[in-house]
Structure formats: C-alpha cells, structure tokens
C-alpha cells in the first residue's frame, strides 16, 4: 500500500497509533482515499459479507436504507467476528454474539461495534476506516 498524498499529520498520527497501514486508493481515476471493497454492484440489498484486508476486517452490508460498514473485530477482546447470511456475528474466542448492526446481543463483550465510513468512488465501493461514524448512517444506493 501506498501512502495517500491527501492524508494529514493527524491521520498518520491515527494510523502509527492504531497500527494501521496507510489507506489504499481504489484507482488513479479515484481521488478518494478509503480501501477499495470491490464493485458497488457486488452487495446487492440483504447482503452481510466480511471482507479481509491487510488493513483489518470489516463487515459490509447492504439494508433497506443502504450501504455501511462495521467491524469484523470483536470488542471484547478484539478476536475475528464471523458473520452469517443474516448478519448475525458471532466471536468464536469467547461466544460474544453480534446483530446486523453491530449491536451486541450477547456478551461478554459490552459495547458495539464501531461503524466506518463508506462512499462510491465510480462503480466500486470504498471504506474509510480512519471515519467512525454512528451506527445508522447509510450509503443510499
């Protein structure tokens, strides 16, 4: 990965913090920094999918009122979420489960999981994961 030219101090500070790599951009056409998920057209409404990056796990998912983003690492103790057809998440490390949104329905864990930022760059779909955003904004699509 590269680094993106229109990141700022505070994001490389973010990012030698939390141990992230710098963001990818999704093309030469795309002026966007985030991680390129893959086309927009590959979440059609009702899809739950965990996508792997080299920069962590994220949950995309599609919903009647759009696209968004959350964790696929569990916060109780950061283990891998695995996510169902449904959206139900569960972390086989210590049983945490999660709802389609990331709530937690059953514990340990305590707290949600934290929603990223998602937004078009031509036909494909990026993910900011240095943008938290609340748990109920969407992406219309």
């Given amino acids: 990965m590269t680094r993106c030219?229109?990141?700022?101090?505070?994001?490389?500070?973010?990012l030698a913090v939390t141990g992230l790599a710098w963001p990818a951009v999704a093309s030469a056409k795309c002026t966007e920094k985030g991680l390129d998920v893959g086309p927009l057209k590959?979440?059609?409404?009702?899809?739950?999918?965990?996508?792997?990056?080299?920069?962590?796990?994220?949950?995309?998912?599609?919903?009647?009122r759009g696209l968004y983003c959350y964790s696929g690492m569990c916060t109780h103790m950061g283990g891998a979420i695995v996510v169902d057809a449904q959206g139900t998440g569960l972390c086989p490390a210590h049983q945490s489960m999660f709802?389609?949104?990331g709530e937690v329905t059953r514990g340990p864990a305590t707290r949600p999981l934290p929603h990223f930022a998602v937004k078009p760059c031509g036909e494909r779909l990026l993910v900011d994961p240095?943008?938290?955003?609340a748990p109920d904004v969407r992406m219309p699509v």
Wanted: proline share 5%.
């Fill in 99 to 101: 709802g389609p949104n």
């Fill in 5 to 14: 030219r229109s990141c700022t101090r505070r994001t490389a500070l973010a």
């Fill in 42 to 64: 590959a979440w059609p409404k009702g899809t739950f999918r965990l996508v792997e990056t080299d920069v962590g796990r994220f949950v995309v998912a599609h919903d009647e």
């Fill in 130 to 133: 240095l943008t938290i955003v």
